[in-house]
């Protein structure tokens, strides 16, 4: 089963507009993690933020982690037509990692 | 950075046959490696635990014997899908993290399994 379920499922904006998507987790975690699938793609890492932190930065992303709420947000500023995408959290330990549902991302011109 | 490679990208093949796909790790060994299997607009859903000269862990519910695992170096782990059917069609992910590991894993670019 999935530990993770994000929303919205589905995302549609328009390029230069930020782009914000949840997860909610069930369990307690040590870390939560982002990652990117382009269509027909592997993930790739995104962001890592762990339990003791309440928000990252890295570029254009910006994640935070509410533990009490289980739940943590990617924000991606001022899109950009490639961010177009799959997005997924991830949570787990030891490399053995449960994915959310993931929010698809359609950044159009 | 870290590069997983998985072989082949995409796969045709008919009913009844057996498909291998080959997930390798370029630059860095690992001792376990991850297996995913991802339908259509869903998440991934993880297999199996690839671990380098023992055997994988299946998570419940994926036959070990329609789903053969083997890790038999530091930077190469298979998984041959045997007497595919049509309900196999599905695309294949494998992953991987450097023995240091930070829990941060870098995947294969996926295979596309096809079973006519």
């Known amino acids: 089963s999935q530990q993770g379920e994000e929303d919205p499922q589905a995302l549609s904006i328009q390029e230069g507009e930020n782009a914000t998507m949840n997860c909610s987790y069930k369990?307690?975690?040590?870390?939560l993690q982002w990652y990117r699938q382009n269509s027909g793609r592997g993930l790739v890492h995104l962001i890592l933020?762990?339990?003791?932190?309440r928000e990252k930065h890295s570029g254009r992303l910006r994640v935070t982690l509410d533990t009490s709420k289980k739940s943590s947000s990617l924000l991606i500023t001022a899109s950009r037509a490639a961010d177009t995408a799959s997005y997924f959290c991830a949570t787990g330990g030891g490399n053995k990692l449960t994915f959310g549902t993931g929010t698809q991302l359609k950044v159009e011109l | 950075g870290a590069v997983v490679s998985q072989h082949p990208s995409w796969v045709i093949c008919k009913s009844g046959t057996s498909v291998k796909i080959e997930c390798r790790s370029l630059?860095?060994?690992?001792?376990?490696m991850f297996w995913y299997r991802q339908f259509p607009k869903q998440s991934l859903m993880l297999m199996a635990t690839s671990n380098e000269g023992s055997k994988a862990t299946y998570e419940q519910g994926v036959e070990k014997d329609k789903f053969l695992i083997n890790h038999a170096s530091l930077t190469l782990s298979t998984l041959t899908v045997t007497s595919a059917h049509p309900e196999d069609s599905s695309f294949y992910i494998c992953s991987a993290s450097p023995l240091d590991g930070a829990n941060v894993l870098t995947f294969g670019a996926g295979s596309r399994l096809t079973v006519l």
């Open positions: 630059d860095f060994q690992a001792t376990t």
């Open positions: 369990t307690s975690i040590n870390n």
């Open positions: 933020i762990r339990s003791n932190e």
